[in-house]
């Protein structure tokens, strides 16, 4: 009897859909799918920058579409979907990873923003979630790989950022009860959830609003990149059928909480 092994081969010529792919954790996810075979569908709000990726996978034959999409909108998201089943039939992978932060003190907190980090971690994440879900009912099985970080396993006292670090809860919850969903049907389609610390991308930069409190976080020791990140994924896509890596959580050696 053959049994499978570890490995990515089965996901050639399948379909991932990597949500934020337009810089960070998603761009680095969607060009390692393509160098896999996948074909690979990329959403975020930043046309030029997906056209630019779109441009450098095609240069190696890859089968990449954009998808331009605000995720504070579930029209929008609910768009992304219509678009990968027309295109491609439908999602087999789904890289969760569209996310922000706000860095401030809830004492002094905005509402707007921390709606934007409600609605897109975890509103929009469970809407993706969702139609995975239905896509992968009728292909057959699937995984999907959700983005959290070490603030969805704590709050993280001291850096002002307990609203995002409430959105990353709540999205660790929705992806733990729709695994328990999914388990108690049988059904062959798995989560994965990713909490990394600190990585290397424009995320710092657009919570902090300053680049340079941006910088200054990295000066304490080498972050994770968003290659790192990616390895993760790697590591969960690659497994065989019946073994499912539900979580795994990425500090760099230099971090101290
Ligand atoms: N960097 C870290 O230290 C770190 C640590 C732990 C977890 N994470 C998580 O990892 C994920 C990726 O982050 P990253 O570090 O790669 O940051 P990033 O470079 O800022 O990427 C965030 C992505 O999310 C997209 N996005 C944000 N708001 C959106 C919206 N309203 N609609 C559609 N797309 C939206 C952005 O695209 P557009 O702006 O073009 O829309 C961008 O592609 C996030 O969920 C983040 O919370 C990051």
Known sequence: MSEETY???????????VTGASSGIGR???????????????AARREERLDELKRELAASGADV??????????EQVLGVFDRVREVFGGVDVLINNAGLGHRATIADGDLREWRAELEVNVFAASVCMREAVRDMESRGGGQIINLSSIAGQRVPLGNNLTMYSASK???????????????????????????PGP?????HEMAF??????RALYQGGKPLSADDVV???????????????????????????
């Open 209 to 214: 609003k300053s680049e340079a409190q941006a």
């Open 65 to 74: 579409l954009t998808l331009v999409a605000d995720f504070m909108h579930e």
């Open 169 to 195: 809860h709540a999205l660790h919850a929705v992806s733990t009860g729709l695994w328990g969903e999914l388990a108690a049907k049988g059904s062959p389609i798995k989560i994965g959830l990713i909490s």
């Open 231 to 257: 390895e993760a994924m790697r590591y969960m896509l690659s497994a065989p059928a019946h073994v499912q890596i539900n979580e795994v959580t990425l500090r760099p050696v230099s971090q101290k909480n």
């Open 199 to 203: 990585v290397e991308t424009q995320w």
């Open 7 to 17: 490995g990515m081969e089965k996901w050639r010529g399948k379909v991932a859909l």
């Open 28 to 42: 680095a996810a969607a060009t390692a799918l393509v160098n896999h075979g996948m074909r690979v569908a990329i």
